[in-house]
């Protein structure tokens, strides 16, 4: 016999629901509760990751050695060139193993669990017969009724993905509230919230994009703490119960937990995916120990009382949270981030929808180096706070970084000019080469479960989304909003990778020019060869591209039938495996005319105001 939320509260120990992580990164399989629970920065604490970290530190340290021994410098360009890169790549790695492996600290001490204990009055929720439904349980901190405001902002998705989300939050345990913030102006979204019994608001203009949203919203919604959804992200009925307690400590000003995406369904969606694994599960963690996590602008849950303190929601980048938690850092506020996945969603799936994603990510973050520089004597941060935000800020430049390598065989092959002492053999080179790329490998394979080959394609190939990234931040340039989920029209993959095709050309032929030149040698050389597997990644993208390409087509051919495969049976059989995972009701058809007219009859006279300006 099933035991009910109130009896696992009254009879059980109330102990945090803890998800199996996938040893592979993000799946749409880990939101499938597991017992008993698991320790969820064990894998943080393993002494294999120790020795694998150390051993990567000490293949840094050699590498940069034996790149930087005078006796094995070649020629001037080329060295300087590979000097560069090589050097924000390697300080990239070792501040990156510096924090993780501080990530084994677990923020949930005694005043958690005391403050978890005591969230909801049982006696209160049997006088008010609200057993059956979680929904309804008040929540308390310090013995006192707490209001919680859940913002779900929407951008121009489509209505099943809002109604998954909508319907999710309005089922998440504790008494809240439940806001759709449409910036899309949809009546039809305005409709759908009206017939699930979700408030609306609607304002006049888009300043400030995301953050203006949750600004405006914040005029109107006064709870004691608001929940940040994006629109694509399912939360968990627990999301709640799970970060609420760490506010008992009033220098908290937010509880972040990570983006875990369910649509791993091809090369891109699965490299971007796994791009952010590592970082959700091992580097956020690490920040903890230096009071650095930063809040990554969904399912996080925020202290009203530290946003009204700096002025809001950052409003004047388009990386809204990182800035926002920086301000909150520089007044002395605390901040926390769980690896518990508490709410799933989607991660880009085409290229157009990767490289909006990557190049406003990075605008932000180049931004921040620019225009706030943590190292700046002006800021009031402690030094780990600095550095951290430091390695934020420069994070992107190792994504430049293969830029300026791919053009290093190219001098070699054309002009004869080399990188390296070329007395030097290819067991030496290999030996130190491999002390620094194949550990960082070893790494992936122990915190990925495997070598994931989409992750080093994305890398390789996103340099020009990088390199405009920084040209925006150094001129200024405004960078236009773009959401991840939203369902816009259909443009081809290759309008947003002409440099990658074009970068592919060029080493295509500078491979055959290499091969046709080395004609009859046993070995061949190390630029050759490492031309040739350049070009081998940049061609697996534009392949790629061109399936995306051949599937958009197709999906055109068809008056769009095979781009929404979410319709009819389709969806019905995802939600329905989506309502066994999260143990809520998701329903589709909720944009249905005949729905509409329900809600038009029957609208929820709790809607919040439309219109109006923050």
């Known amino acids: 016999m099933p035991v009910s939320e109130f009896d696992r509260l009254v009879v ?54 034996f790149l ?41 001490g005694f005043s958690f669990h005391h403050a978890k204990d005591r969230l909801f009055d049982v006696p209160e929720i049997i006088r008010d017969g609200a057993e059956d439904d979680p929904t309804r349980w ?67 203009s ?161 931004e921040i180096l620019l225009q706030h520089n943590p190292l700046s004597p002006r800021r009031t941060l402690t030094l780990d706070q600095r550095l951290q935000y430091t390695v934020t800020a420069t994070h992107y430049l190792a994504g430049i970084a293969p830029l300026v390598l791919l053009l290093v065989p190219p001098l070699q092959i054309y002009l004869d000019l080399t990188p390296m002492n070329l007395t030097i053999s290819w067991g030496t080179w290999l030996l130190y080469y491999a002390g620094f790329y194949v550990l960082q490998i070893a790494i992936a394979f122990f915190t990925l479960g495997s070598f994931r080959w989409e992750v080093l394609m994305l890398a390789s190939v996103s340099f020009p989304i990088y390199t405009t990234a920084l040209w925006n931040a150094l001129t200024g340039k405004e960078q236009a909003w773009h959401v991840t989920g939203s369902k816009g029209k259909v443009t081809s993959p290759f309008n947003y990778m ?33 031309n040739v597997t350049n070009t081998l990644i940049l061609g697996a993208f534009v392949v790629t591209a061109l399936r995306e390409s051949r599937s958009t087509r197709l999906a055109a051919r068809d008056g769009g039938r095979s781009a929404r495969p979410r319709d009819g049976a389709a969806a019905a059989v995802v939600d329905e495996a989506l309502s066994a995972r999260l143990g809520v009701e998701v329903t589709v058809g909720v944009g249905t005319r005949a729905g509409r007219r329900r809600a038009r009859r029957g609208g929820d006279s709790s809607s919040g105001p439309v219109g109006g300006v923050a």
């Open 138 to 204: 008040n929540l308390y901190l310090h013995d006192r009724p707490v209001t919680v405001d859940v913002l779900i902002t929407t951008y121009g998705e489509d209505l099943d993905t809002i109604a998954r989300t909508v319907r999710a939050a309005l089922a998440v345990r504790g008494t809240h509230r439940t806001w759709v913030l449409d910036d899309g102006r949809s009546d039809d979204v305005r409709d759908l919230a009206a017939q699930l019994g979700a408030r609306y608001v609607r304002r006049l």
């Open 68 to 108: 930087l021994n005078p006796a094995n410098r070649g020629d001037a360009l080329p060295y300087v060139m590979v000097i560069t890169a090589e050097s924000v790549l390697v300080a990239q790695a070792l501040l990156a193993m510096w924090t993780v492996l501080s990530s084994g600290h677990d923020p949930r």
């Open 498 to 530: 002409i440099p990658q095709v074009l970068f592919f050309a060029f080493l295509l032929v500078t491979s055959v020019v290499g091969a046709w030149k080395e004609w009859g040698d046993l070995m061949p050389s190390l630029a050759l060869a490492w």
């Open 12 to 65: 059980t120990p109330r102990r945090t629901q803890h998800v199996r992580p996938a040893t592979f990164g993000p799946s749409a399989d880990v939101d499938r509760p597991t017992g008993p629970p698991r320790d969820e920065n064990s894998a943080a604490r393993s002494p294999s990751l120790v020795m694998i970290m150390l051993l990567a530190t000490l293949g840094v340290v050699a590498y940069a050695v």
């Open 206 to 366: 888009s300043n400030g994009a995301k953050a203006g949203n949750v600004n405006h919203a914040l005029a109107i919604a006064k709870g004691d703490f608001f929940v940040i959804l994006d629109a694509d992200f399912v939360a968990r009925p627990e999301l709640l119960v799970e970060t609420v307690p760490f506010f008992v400590k009033d220098d908290v000003a937010f509880v972040q937990t990570p983006q875990t995406y369910g649509n791993l369904d091809n090369l891109i969606s699965r490299g971007a995916g796994y791009m952010q694994a590592v970082f959700y599960r091992f580097v956020q963690p690490g920040r903890n120990r230096f009071n650095a996590a930063f809040c990554v602008g969904t399912n996080v849950i925020f202290r009203r009382a530290a946003i009204d303190d700096i002025g809001g929601m950052h409003t004047d980048s388009k990386s809204e949270d990182v800035w926002t938690s920086l301000m909150l850092h520089e007044r002395g506020w605390r901040t926390i981030y769980i690896p518990t996945t508490l709410a799933v969603g989607d991660t880009p799936e085409t290229v157009e929808a990767y490289t909006k994603q990557q190049l406003r990510w990075a605008t932000g973050g180049f």
